[in-house]
């Protein structure tokens, strides 16, 4: 139960920070995870293992290998999850993504979920405050995205910006975090993610 809660607060953003001596990285950037990993790439002829390190920090994901490496800003990393003992990384790009074979795949996974969840400004840094107040060009960036109507419901009266993940949870105020809802569904959703 501990490992469940632990591994809950580090996809929630409180990540750890990797102190390694032969790790070269920009000067404002902190690196989160180095582990020893094996990329699996699937080919026609079969499944592929290149051995190298998978490095998680504030800017980028990084897959050093012996052969050759990959590196992803967070922005093309849609997704992250622990699968069949692996970590499964979907990218907007071919290069990058793809399965990784680590020692302890669900820390892994949640450490790199909770590095893309702060770069996408779903959830902020810990000790981060945000404010409620919504510039409007993003306001009128999610009133685009949800055409203009409750995304629960379809109603178009009543309407209220609401933060998926709140911010009395470490929710940022960002286009990724926002929703249009009517009133009725923001007043039943609460706090809730």
């Known amino acids: 139960m501990l490992r469940g ?5 580090v996809r929630a953003g409180e990540l750890p920070r990797v102190q390694r001596s032969d790790l070269h990285l920009e000067a404002d950037e902190t690196p989160y995870v180095d582990v020893n990993a094996v990329q699996i790439k699937y080919t026609a002829s079969g499944p592929r293992h290149n051995s190298g390190r998978l490095i998680g920090s504030s800017k980028k994901l990084r897959f050093v290998g012996a052969g050759a490496g990959t590196e992803l800003p967070w922005a093309r990393i849609v997704s992250i999850a622990s699968e069949y003992g692996n970590v499964i990384i ?28 702060i770069a996408k400004r779903l959830v902020l840094a810990p000790g981060q405050r945000d404010t409620r107040s919504i510039p409007p060009n993003i306001k009128a960036e999610v009133w685009q995205r949800d055409d203009g109507k409750c995304c629960q419901c379809g109603d178009s009266h009543y309407l209220e910006f609401d933060h998926v993940i709140p911010l009395s949870r470490g929710g940022a105020t960002s286009v990724g975090n926002l929703q249009i809802l009517c009133r009725k569904c923001n007043l039943e959703k609460g706090a809730r993610i």
């Open 90 to 117: 979907s990218a907007t790009t071919a290069r990058g993504g793809g399965t990784y074979s680590v020692a302890d795949p669900e820390y892994v996974a949640a450490v790199l979920e909770g590095a893309l969840r």
């Open 5 to 9: 809660r632990s591994l809950t607060q």
